[in-house]
C-alpha cells in the first residue's frame, strides 16, 4: 500500500511538471502557430543565471531569480525577433527549422561558456524536508511540485479567462 501512494505522489509530480510544460508549448503554438523546441532551452539559460547569480555575483536567491526571469524574458523576445519573427510569412517548415536552429545554437553555446559537465545546486537551495502520510516518510520537495503545479495551472486559467 505504501509503495503504491509513493509512485502514485511521484507520478502527480512528474504528470504536474509535464502539464506545465505542454502548456507553455500550448501557449508558444497558440499565439505564434509555431512550435518553439527553444522552449527548454531558455528555462535551461534561466537556471543557469540563478545558479551562476547566486555563486558567481554573489546575490541573493530571490534577486538572482528575478534576474533571471528577467534575463530569459529578454531572451525569448530576442528569438521572437531575430529567428521567427523574419519568417512570419514563409512556409511553416522555414520557422521549424529556425526553432530548431535556436534550441541546438542555446544547447551549444552553454556547453561552449559552461563547459558539458553537470552542475548540481548546493543542498541549501533545496528544500529538505519530509512529511509523513499514511505512515511513509515523502519527500517535501514531491509535495511542493505538486503544490506549485497545481497553482501555476489555476493561476494561468484565471488569467486567461
Partial sequence: MQ?????????????????????????????????????????M????????????F???????????IAGASLLGVIIERVAYRPLRDAGRLSAVVSALGASIFFQNAIMLIYGARVYVYPDFLR????VHLFGMAVPGVRLL?????????????????
Fill in 58 to 68: 554573489g546575490w541573493p536567491w530571490g534577486i538572482a531569480a528575478i534576474m533571471a
Fill in 3 to 43: 509503495y503504491g501512494i509513493s509512485i502514485l505522489l511521484s507520478g502527480i509530480s512528474l504528470g504536474g511538471q509535464y502539464a506545465l510544460i505542454a502548456i507553455g508549448y500550448t501557449m508558444v503554438y497558440g499565439i505564434l502557430r509555431l512550435i518553439n523546441f527553444a522552449h527548454g532551452d531558455i528555462l
Fill in 145 to 161: 511540485v505538486i503544490a506549485a503545479s497545481v497553482l501555476l495551472m489555476l493561476g494561468l486559467s484565471a488569467f486567461i479567462q
Fill in 127 to 130: 528544500p529538505d524536508f519530509t
Fill in 45 to 56: 539559460v534561466g537556471a543557469y543565471f540563478v545558479f551562476f547569480g547566486t555563486f558567481a
